[in-house]
T-cell receptor, first 111, second 115 residues
Framework: LAKTTQPISMDSYEGQEVNITCSHN???????ITWYQQFPSQGPRFIIQ???TKVTNEVASLFIPADRKSSTLSLPRVSLSDTAVYYC????????????FGSGTRLLVRP | GAGVSQSPSNKVTEKGKDVELRCDPI?????LYWYRQSLGQGLEFLIY????????KSGLPSDRFSAERTGESVSTLTIQRTQQEDSAVYLC?????????????FGPGTRLTVL
């Protein structure tokens, strides 16, 4: 599976939009991009998944350019409760079911 | 309950003792996964169940680790003769099916401390 690279940490303020970019240069045709969120002392929680272009749900948006070598998770108007670690993962359809987590991006939202 | 539950939430044991960690998946979920999260290693896959069988045990660190699942429901992860390096948070997840793109729902984890 394609290795993912994302910033180790990011700082933001309440009410701002936060964009976390992940690179996955070796992504394959059957690969999907998935993001999980983890709060302290909790298990990871699925946020969003996409294949190409843009996906939006009630929590976030995921932007994937045509070459799919990167993706950007966008969190609109963050609050203090969005402080968490965000993981970008590549999942191969009909193949590898185990999730391979990288180091993630530690987002700190300040008041 | 509506989510994945794990017990105990915390376990402190002495080196050399055996421990059992329990996972109750979401009702109806056929796939169940165990992961381990430690400071030095991040979040790593241990074992996966499809129904009651475990097609992939490749992540188990040693033969001291074993897991079983009964009735396509509860799963138990057993660590024999615990070592200090086994200290970590053990996370269980379940998904509706075993398709790779199915969302995995994680429990809160069991924090294991081996003294």
């Amino acid at each position: 599976l394609a290795k993912t690279t994302q910033p180790i940490s990011m700082d933001s303020y309440e009410g701002q939009e936060v964009n976390i970019t992940c690179s996955h240069n070796n992504i394959a045709t059957n690969d999907y991009i998935t993001w999980y969120q983890q709060f302290p002392s909790q298990g990871p929680r699925f946020i969003i998944q996409g294949y190409k272009t843009k996906v939006t749900n009630e929590v976030a948006s995921l932007f994937i350019p045509a070459d799919r070598k990167s993706s950007t998770l966008s969190l609109p108007r963050v609050s203090l409760s969005d402080t968490a670690v965000y993981y970008c993962l590549v999942v191969r359809r009909d193949s590898s079911y185990k999730l391979i987590f990288g180091s993630g991006t530690r987002l700190l939202v300040r008041p | 309950g509506a989510g994945v539950s794990q017990s105990p939430s915390n376990k402190v044991t002495e080196k050399g003792k055996d421990v059992e960690l329990r996972c109750d998946p979401i009702s109806g979920h056929t796939a169940l996964y165990w992961y381990r999260q430690s400071l030095g290693q991040g979040l790593e896959f241990l074992i996966y169940f499809q129904g009651n069988s475990a097609p992939d045990k490749s992540g188990l660190p040693s033969d001291r680790f074993s897991a079983e699942r009964t009735g396509e429901s509860v799963s138990t992860l057993t660590i024999q003769r615990t070592q200090q390096e086994d200290s970590a948070v053990y996370l269980c997840a379940s998904s509706r099916d075993y398709q790779s793109t199915d969302t995995q729902y994680f429990g809160p984890g069991t924090r294991l401390t081996v003294l």
